[in-house]
């Protein structure tokens, strides 16, 4: 069941602003499904060089966010090394590829990462639990430390699970073994201080200090505050089971040069999947579910479609044109329906090249905005179409003036 968002025809308001802003837990609960990864906040804000992407989704920085950014904190409490500091600072210098970065996986970030887990996960292929593998803690990660520097950690295969969708077909879900989970979260929190700098503004999807109320915010303000005549509701096919491994990596040595920090992320990759017993190869795609796949996935769209639709849009697009991401899930706002047409074509060349595509059946362009019902209505149409995005659907209504 999903809940509904209005998009008035007349200017923004105070009180269309706290609507906005007064939602329930539902768009949580159907993205968290993707993952079962917890997030370790960075040690600061990306609020610096804000893009005007950014502030054209309207994504405005909260309170929350403010005390995040002076207190750094871990999830658990404590302060972030020092060392990873460091490395945010050298990724907001310039764009240089960091050659070490794995001594800042020490045992200290290891219990950090155990600790950010969510304790009653299923277990993966190992079938050891978050409180069985907490007895003797401190002993377990020395050792997984020390495998791990050695070059004696070995990846297991995800235990495939099948969870329904709302269309009533099955999502394919990857459980990772604990310990695999454990280390991903400690590499996805090392190379966090990377991409928290590299990442676009309108990307709010599994990142520290976002959220789907963000994202529904940014998208709600932009057809607002923006010449919006047309939505494209972009739905990429399979995407988490099509990502190219040859690209992710690629795309990964664009900054990091570390070699045994990109052993880690292909061992992942190619470790594969058990089913019913079965094992079987992984050749493409990163399982939903593990901790690491939405960082890879983050970073796989941040190349394929974040760089490239921010140049499209400055270059080639002739009106205004908004964008906002959740991980997979893209709506874009423009006020030419010729813009709109020639990106949809643009974009579907541009998803080939990386091995994917657009779901023919889930991806519209309807005619959408704060003047599309009265346009309609003067060329004798009916009402706008509606579209869905993060569990919320969007239609265009009249609000009547006190």
């Not at 070490?100 to 887990?117: D, K, M, P, Q, W």
């Not at 099955?170 to 590299?198: F, H, M, S, W």
């Not at 399982?287 to 983050?298: C, E, M, R």
């Amino acid at each position: 069941m999903h809940e509904n968002r209005e998009i008035s025809c007349t200017s923004w308001s105070i009180d269309q602003d706290r609507s906005a802003k007064a939602l329930n837990q539902k768009a949580d609960m159907n993205v968290q499904e993707k993952s079962d990864c917890a997030v370790v906040p960075v040690n600061q804000s990306n609020k610096e060089e804000r893009s005007s992407a950014e502030t054209g989704e309207g994504r405005a920085q909260t309170e929350e966010n403010i005390i995040q950014s002076r207190m750094r904190p871990t999830q658990s409490g404590k302060r972030m090394s020092q060392g990873l500091g460091g490395v945010r600072q050298a990724a907001r210098r310039k764009q240089e590829r960091f050659t070490a970065l794995l001594h800042h996986l020490n045992v200290g970030l290891l219990r950090e990462s155990f600790y950010a887990l969510k304790r009653q996960a299923s277990p993966g292929i190992d079938g050891v639990t978050w409180q069985e593998y907490e007895t003797g803690l401190e002993d377990r990660l020395i050792d997984l430390h020390s495998r791990v520097h050695r070059g004696a950690y070995r990846a297991q295969p995800s235990r495939r699970v099948y969870i329904p969708k709302a269309d009533g077909q099955q999502r394919p879900l990857g459980i990772a073994a604990l310990e695999d989970k454990i280390v991903q979260q400690a590499v996805v929190t090392i190379l966090n201080q990377i991409y928290e700098v590299d990442f676009k503004g309108f990307s709010y999807g599994f990142r520290p200090g976002r959220s789907p109320h963000q994202a529904l915010d940014a998208l709600t303000a932009g057809i607002q505050w923006k010449r919006v005549n047309w939505v494209l509701d972009a739905d990429i096919r399979g995407f988490f089971d099509n990502m190219n491994h040859e690209w992710t990596m690629k795309f990964i040595e664009h900054r990091v040069a570390d070699r045994r920090m990109l052993r880690l992320i292909q061992k992942w990759l190619q470790a594969g999947v058990s089913e019913d017993g079965q094992w079987s190869e992984t050749t493409v795609g990163t399982p939903q579910g593990a901790v690491a796949s939405p960082l890879l996935a983050n970073v796989y769209l941040h190349y394929v479609f974040d760089l490239w639709v921010e140049v499209w849009r400055k270059k080639v697009a002739k009106g205004d044109v908004i964008v906002v991401r959740y991980a997979d899930d893209l709506v874009l706002g423009f006020q030419h329906r010729t813009d709109a047409e020639r990106f949809l074509r643009e974009f579907r060349d541009r998803l080939a090249k990386f091995g994917l595509e657009l779901h023919a059946d889930k991806t519209r362009l309807i005619e959408f905005g704060r003047f599309a019902a009265r346009n309609r209505k003067q060329r004798g149409e009916g009402k706008p179409e509606t579209f869905t995005f993060l569990g919320f659907t969007h239609f265009c209504g009249q609000r009547i003036s006190d």
